[in-house]
């Protein structure tokens, strides 16, 4: 079965060479293997992608990271003031509702105070992009890609046979199916997924591209340093919600996050609430100790049992503990703020790289 073919164009002599067409489908270790073959595969030019997926002239500027930052901090900020509160009233505190839902109405309001609108900006060409429907189709514009391999070619001195020439356009080839075929996964998960229920154009662009470049990119393996130069390219060249990929990385050494378990939030597949988000949010934001977390959260509060049995070692935060996660919670069952919330941790991140 041919899985890559030509679409107004013959399919290159390299594309599938001797590693044939599966070559280019992600690895088991990800969850959107499951939707590899829902989409035919079309290798075609630049004009036809710009005809079936129109150019878009807008996007965030790189300068609303700065922003993004501000308001993680105020958030971070309330929470962590009221988590010094209950610590200082000691393990007997009490559930203070009044101390709770001034936390949740000022974190509330700094979270739907950004509100980023797109701007003209230079866009690079489509050099892939996803077509949903009843024919789902991923496209690949085959010079611009090209292109793109001789730009990183001349921004490394190796010597480049003809071998290593076209290794490097098989992997950027790899690259960019595997980026679509995560909006395919998305695309066809149910309509009340955070994916499709969420308006916020920040949220939906940040989460959903930064989570599709940094899984495609964990399939992008060759050395001489070509790794870090395509890296650099996406990071510099191309817009916020992509070039942020790299924080999920960053989470996965930080904290163990399992981007899979995040995917499958976004994509709404049979998970009960945002407990694993809760976890995410608590310890990129230094609320509990950053610990690796148990396989998968089910329930709030088998979280809250499972952190119980951890803070054993420190009797005395535990009751501090439990509030604040309690007030996370409270917080998390808006669930449009949650996702906003770590789109903005995700863009603020990406001072980093700035």
């Known amino acids: 079965m041919k899985l890559i073919k030509g679409n107004g164009i013959e399919v290159p002599d390299w594309v599938s ?32 992608i710009d005809i079936v997926c129109p150019p878009e002239r807008k996007c965030f500027s790189k300068g609303l990271i700065w922003e993004a930052r501000r308001v993680v901090n105020g958030v971070f900020g309330i929470l962590r003031e009221s988590l010094s509160r209950f610590v200082k009233e000691g393990p007997e505190v009490k559930w203070n509702k009044e101390i709770i839902d001034r ?55 190796i010597d480049w046979d003809s071998y290593y020439k076209e290794e490097l356009k098989r992997m950027l080839l790899k690259h960019f199916i595997i980026h679509e075929i995560t909006h395919s996964f998305i695309d066809a998960c149910c309509d009340g997924c955070p994916a499709k229920s969420i308006n916020d154009e920040f949220t939906r662009r940040v989460i959903e591209e930064s989570l599709a470049t940094f899984i495609a990119f964990k399939h992008f393996e060759l050395n001489k340093g070509i790794n870090e130069v395509f890296k650099h390219w996406i990071i510099s060249e191309e817009t916020l919600e992509y070039s942020v990929f790299w924080v999920w990385n960053h989470l996965e050494r930080l904290i163990n996050v399992n981007v899979n378990e995040v995917l499958r939030l976004w994509a709404g597949l049979g998970v009960e609430n945002n407990a694993y988000l809760v976890w995410i949010m608590s310890s990129v934001g230094h609320l509990i100790p950053v610990v690796p977390p148990p396989p998968f959260f089910r329930h709030f509060f088998s979280f809250i049992h499972w952190l119980e049995r951890f ?41 980093g790289r700035v």
């Open 17 to 48: 060479h001797y590693r044939g067409d599966m070559y280019y489908l992600p690895s088991h270790r990800y969850i959107i293997s499951l939707a590899t073959l829902r989409a035919k595969i079309y290798l075609t030019t630049g004009d036809k």
């Open 103 to 157: 936390a949740l109405s000022e974190v509330g309001r700094l979270i739907d105070s950004f509100k980023p609108e797109p701007r003209d900006c230079r866009l690079l060409p489509a050099i892939a992009c996803y077509v949903g429907g009843s024919s789902p189709t991923i496209y690949v514009a085959i010079d611009r890609l090209e292109n793109l391999a001789r730009e990183i070619e001349g921004k490394i001195d």
């Open 311 to 351: 803070s054993m070692k420190y009797p005395s935060l535990w009751k501090a503990l439990t509030q604040i996660m309690r007030l996370i919670d409270e917080l998390c069952r808006d669930s449009r703020r949650l996702w906003k919330l770590l789109a903005l941790c995700i863009a603020s991140y990406g001072l």
